[in-house]
């Protein structure tokens, strides 16, 4: 029996071999391709951070608090949804720093301008909206369990910022404290409770124009409340 073996050509061999390699490069190419644009860009810790502050700073002025989601928040971010977690632990405390660091912006806004607070927020619509927004979120989380002193050290720095506004001499700390605690107070209160007192803008100017008023009088009150005489001790 004669067995005929058909040999191919070596030219047509290594042709096919070349071929056959090029599809798989190319396949393989393309394949990397697509995964290289399915993944974000490696960012620092840092970077991260700055991102997601930014997001959740943005989207809680334009939604309720408790609308926020951590997709949401990873979503225009731009990072993966585990680093909300992973960098923050939760979601409130990221929005605890987000809105603690408005708080540091209105601060700094009005020191640059060397101005009062009232003055900074009434020329700067977007940071009135800020420390609204603020606020509104603060009440979100006291009720959603978070410890009040989680915010006293920045309300601390603001009022410590409002004492400095006061030059009179002859105003006692009691006086000064008072003023300060009862603008904030007012502020605090529109930004939680005007929209539910059907306030207007005219009549939000018009708190805001009144609160600056108060340091006029305030040696008549004080006066008159007689917050510049001892405090009584109370007997025991």
């Known amino acids: ?18 071929e056959h390699y090029h599809k798989w490069m190319v396949n393989t190419t393309k394949s990397q391709n697509r995964a290289t644009a399915g993944k974000r860009p490696r960012l620092s810790q840092a970077e991260a951070e700055v991102r997601m502050k930014n997001a959740t700073a943005q989207l809680l002025l334009a939604h309720p608090p408790a609308d926020v989601t951590v ?7 731009g990072v993966h949804h585990d680093y909300v977690a992973r960098y923050f632990g939760s979601r409130e405390e990221l929005m605890i720093q987000t809105i603690e660091s408005a708080v540091l912006g209105t601060i700094l806004s009005a020191d640059d301008k060397e ?35 989680r915010f006293t050290e920045n309300q601390k720095m603001v009022h ?27 502020i605090q209160g529109m930004a939680i409770l005007g929209e539910v007192n059907s306030m207007t803008e ?35």
């Open 202 to 236: 005219l009549q939000k100017s018009d708190i805001r124009d009144f609160i600056k008023q108060l340091g006029l009088f305030s040696v008549q009150i004080q006066t008159e409340l007689k917050w510049d005489q001892p405090v009584p001790k109370k007997r025991k």
């Open 115 to 149: 101005t009062d607070i009232v003055t900074a927020l009434d020329a700067n619509a977007n940071l009135m909206a800020m420390v609204s927004a603020r606020m509104r979120t603060m009440m979100y989380l006291l009720a959603c369990g978070v410890d009040p002193e």
């Open 71 to 77: 997709h949401m928040i990873s979503a225009k971010a």
């Open 160 to 186: 410590n910022f409002a004492l400095s506004q006061f030059t009179k001499p002859n105003l006692t700390d009691r006086t000064k404290m008072n003023f300060t605690l009862m603008g904030t107070i007012l």
């Open 1 to 18: 029996m004669r067995i005929y073996i058909h040999t191919m050509p070596l030219v047509a061999s290594q042709a096919l071999h070349h």
